[in-house]
């Protein structure tokens, strides 16, 4: 949980010296981008399980 909370005080401190600085965020702009993001962790998990598995 620590590191949950590590990594979201991280962005939300990212997000406003991006905001203030006027620069574009270094994020997904929409609901697509954060699926493909999601997608990509859990393919990642997928693939450590199976290997777990099978190996």
């Known amino acids: 949980m620590k590191l949950?909370?590590?990594?979201?005080?991280?962005?939300?401190?990212t997000g406003s010296i991006f905001t203030w600085a006027k620069l574009p965020l270094p994020a997904p702009p929409t609901l697509a981008g954060?699926?493909?993001?999601?997608?990509?962790?859990?393919?990642?998990?997928?693939?450590?399980?199976?290997?777990k598995i099978f190996t």
């Open 34 to 51: 954060i699926a493909g993001i999601i997608g990509i962790f859990l393919g990642s998990k997928i693939v450590d399980y199976l290997m």
């Open 4 to 13: 949950v909370i590590l990594a979201l005080l991280t962005g939300i401190i």
